[in-house]
């Protein structure tokens, strides 16, 4: 069965530092999504992008973040200056139509753990 | 703002015994809601899509029904393998973002 994958599983870094944190989406999907749970709370929204654009973004993607698509296959998440509060398990998803199909399935990675120290 | 609020926050109960789970919500035009189950370190995994009151699906165990205020999480029967959080997800406006509730602990014992 086809999966969105996500490297790396865990990351530890220092207060300041820049991070990338990548995704490979399902091969045929057109529309990708970050959402980000920090310990014990919801699984928060961040960004969608579609057609290598950014379509939606939340109060939480702020300048600090960017995402990007370098080529057919990746999508990444970069962290500029990271804070202690983001510090969260980062979930990318994707999804094969942008509005919603009979299943409305969005396809979850299994995340990739951030620790800003 | 869409909310969404599950409950209980932690279920426990012994195998074979049934029981609902509850996801209530105030959205402005909801286009889709959504259960998903998540297990600890794990991405969520999707479970079903609600799109209309009266709409009810089932897979398994389990079976998802929704009203205009509230979709319920029915599990007939757990077994062990149910342990797991289940979160409830609306998707409003443009349909881009899924708002998430809390989730709701499941635990189902020997």
């Known amino acids: 069965e086809p999966e969105v994958t996500q490297t790396p599983s865990h990351q530890v870094t220092q207060m300041g530092q820049e991070v990338i944190l990548r995704c490979v989406p399902i091969s045929n999907h057109l529309y990708f999504y970050w959402y980000r749970q920090i310990l014990g709370q919801k699984v928060e929204f961040l960004v969608s992008f579609y057609n290598n654009e950014i379509s939606e973004k939340s109060e939480i993607f702020d300048d600090q973040f960017s995402v990007e698509r370098p080529d057919g296959s990746n999508f990444t998440l970069k962290i500029r200056s990271t804070k202690l509060e983001d510090s969260a398990m980062y979930f990318c998803?994707?999804?094969?139509?942008?509005?919603?199909?009979?299943?409305?399935?969005?396809?979850f990675g299994e995340g990739s753990r951030l620790t800003v120290l | 703002e869409d909310q969404v609020t599950q409950s209980p926050e932690a279920l426990r109960l012994q195998e074979g015994e049934s029981s609902s789970l509850n996801c209530s919500y105030t959205v402005s035009g909801l286009r889709g809601l959504f259960w998903y189950r998540q297990d600890p370190g794990k991405g969520p995994e999707f479970l079903f899509t609600?799109?209309?009151a009266g709409e009810e699906k089932e897979k398994e165990r389990l079976k998802a029904t929704l009203t205009k205020k509230e979709s319920f999480l029915h599990i007939t029967a757990p077994k062990p393998e149910d342990s797991a959080t289940y979160l409830c997800?609306?998707?409003?406006?443009?349909?881009?973002?899924?708002?998430f509730g809390t989730g709701t602990q499941l635990k189902v014992e020997l």
């Open positions: 998803a994707s999804r094969e139509t942008r509005q919603v199909s009979n299943t409305g399935e969005l396809f």
């Open positions: 997800a609306v998707l409003t406006g443009g349909g881009n973002k899924l708002t």
């Open positions: 609600l799109y209309s």
